[in-house]
């Protein structure tokens, strides 16, 4: 039974590009997480989502961000024109439909670099 | 005044020794409560989660959890060298399971 699939495991971008960063759910998981850890910072919450719905997106910056996870395939996490400020690593966890309670299981990340 | 807060360390044990590692939070409405391995360069691990006040123990890990003093905290009895990582607090503050703040992390040496 295959974990959180995240990729690109690693993804530089110049400043001014997209990156688009992909997490597939464990299999019979309904639930997505999206998280951001900045060097030397702790995890910060970005966004929740279920199938075709986001749930809370307070933890998004207002602009250049944007999440989805559609009826079929991953969710994708977009930064558009990214700047350096940007680069971390995303972590997506995954639960099942209600059991959020018992704690995340998280995908090995994205390390984006922007230079 | 930060969410959770933890001592960033590092915590230095000898091999062998219990290693406490401790986390405030500052919301009263807070109900669920997890601790997360970081290895460097790796995704955090879920190693236990607690939700009542008192002591909940897995393998040599337990926590412990004193809602009135709004802390919680991780005790590895018989620390071993592959127990060096950074040591994740989550809270979900505002009693909202689905998102947690998390602390920034205990470094744990375990030295030989």
């Known amino acids: 039974n295959a974990g959180v699939m995240q990729n690109p495991r690693h993804l530089v971008r110049r400043r001014g590009q997209e990156a688009r960063l992909r997490c597939s759910p464990m299999?019979?998981?309904?639930?997505v997480y999206w998280y951001r850890q900045l060097p030397e910072e702790g995890l910060k919450f970005m966004v929740y989502l279920q199938k075709e719905n986001i749930i809370d997106e307070s933890g998004m910056p207002k602009e250049r961000f944007s999440a989805e996870f559609p009826k079929e395939g991953p969710s994708i996490l977009r930064i558009q024109q990214v700047v350096r400020g940007d680069s971390a690593a995303y972590f997506c966890?995954?639960?099942?439909?209600?059991?959020?309670?018992?704690?995340?299981?998280f995908g090995s990340g994205t390390r984006l670099t922007v230079v | 005044q930060k969410e959770v807060e933890q001592n960033s360390g590092p915590l230095s044990v000898p091999e062998g020794a219990i290693a406490s590692l401790n986390c405030t939070y500052s919301?009263?409405?807070?109900?669920?409560f997890f601790w997360y391995r970081q290895y460097s360069g790796k995704s955090p691990e879920l190693i236990m989660f607690i939700y009542s006040n008192g002591d909940k123990e897995d393998g040599r890990f337990t926590a412990q959890l004193n809602k009135a003093s709004q802390y919680v905290s991780l005790l590895i009895r018989d620390s071993q060298p592959s127990d060096s990582a950074t040591y994740l607090c989550a809270v979900n503050v505002g009693g909202t399971a689905s998102k947690l703040t998390f602390g920034t992390g205990t470094r744990l040496q375990v030295t030989l």
């Open positions: 919301d009263r409405g807070s109900q669920s």
């Open positions: 966890a995954s639960s099942p439909a209600g059991q959020s309670d018992y704690g995340y299981t």
């Open positions: 299999k019979g998981h309904s639930h």
